[in-house]
């Protein structure tokens, strides 16, 4: 059975159908890829999955139980937590403060402890930046703070959207490094929306290619890297 799974999901923004009935499926333990120009859908889809946009139709299953009218706390106290586009970290709190807010549904007090040292492992700088300000970090550092923060909440699935968007390819590569071993050594599964399909294909197992709120192709990333259309489309532009 897969860990998340979405049947013919549909989302409308008032008259705007952004979701014309997507479908997927993901392994547990696996690292997942939504592509896509912009307007496609993808950041719609991770939102009607964390429960911040109530899909029109269809359905989206956790652990075979369905998510559809449940709140978005309910929906991270399940295991599902998002590091949304932009960061959206808050900018006059210090860095451990920010960590400690994605811990805001757990009552695990040692735990939370023990996740917070891991996180700071995970990303040393923020180990030396934990009494500044957000607002002071840089970019790349801004979003290592925002994973991290979203790893606080503990999930057995991570919503990434669009983790590399205005980041340096040092600072992307280090993020993504990171990822792949949250991944691998913490059996984390993660769902990544990205731009970047190079940066994407070289990091996941399996990616989807929306279009209009539809999957116009899907395939493992050899596959997808292999295949002309999404090579003209999404790649030849990439560095």
């Not at 008259?15 to 950041?43: D, Y």
């Not at 109530?54 to 998510?67: A, D, N, R, V």
């Amino acid at each position: 059975m897969a860990l998340l799974r979405l049947d013919n999901v549909e989302a409308n923004y008032g008259a705007v159908r952004a979701l014309q009935g997507i479908s997927l499926a993901i392994e547990e333990g696996s690292i997942v890829t939504l592509l896509g120009a912009n307007g496609a859908g993808k950041s719609t889809t991770l939102k009607s999955i964390s429960g911040t946009v109530q899909p029109s139709g269809g359905t989206i299953e956790f652990e075979g139980k369905p998510l559809g009218g449940l709140t978005t706390n309910q929906i991270v106290k399940l295991g599902i937590a998002q590091v949304p586009e932009g960061r959206k970290i808050f900018k006059d709190l210090t860095v451990t403060e920010n960590l400690n807010m994605g811990a805001y549904s757990r009552k695990d007090t040692p735990g939370i402890a023990s996740d917070l040292e891991l996180v700071l492992d995970l990303f040393p700088v923020l180990k030396e930046r934990s009494r500044q300000l957000g607002g002071s970090l840089s970019g790349g550092e801004q979003q290592m703070l925002a994973i991290g923060r979203g790893l606080m909440a503990r999930p057995r699935l991570l919503l990434l959207d669009e983790p590399s968007l205005g980041l340096a390819p040092i600072i992307i590569s280090e993020i993504f490094n990171t990822l792949r071993t949250i991944n691998k050594e913490h059996r984390m599964t993660l769902l990544v929306v990205e731009q970047n399909a190079n940066v994407a294909l070289k990091n996941a197992d399996y990616g989807y290619v929306l279009q209009v709120g539809r999957i116009a192709v899907e395939g493992t990333v050899d596959e997808l890297g292999k295949n002309k259309d999404v090579v003209n489309s999404y790649m030849g532009a990439q560095e």
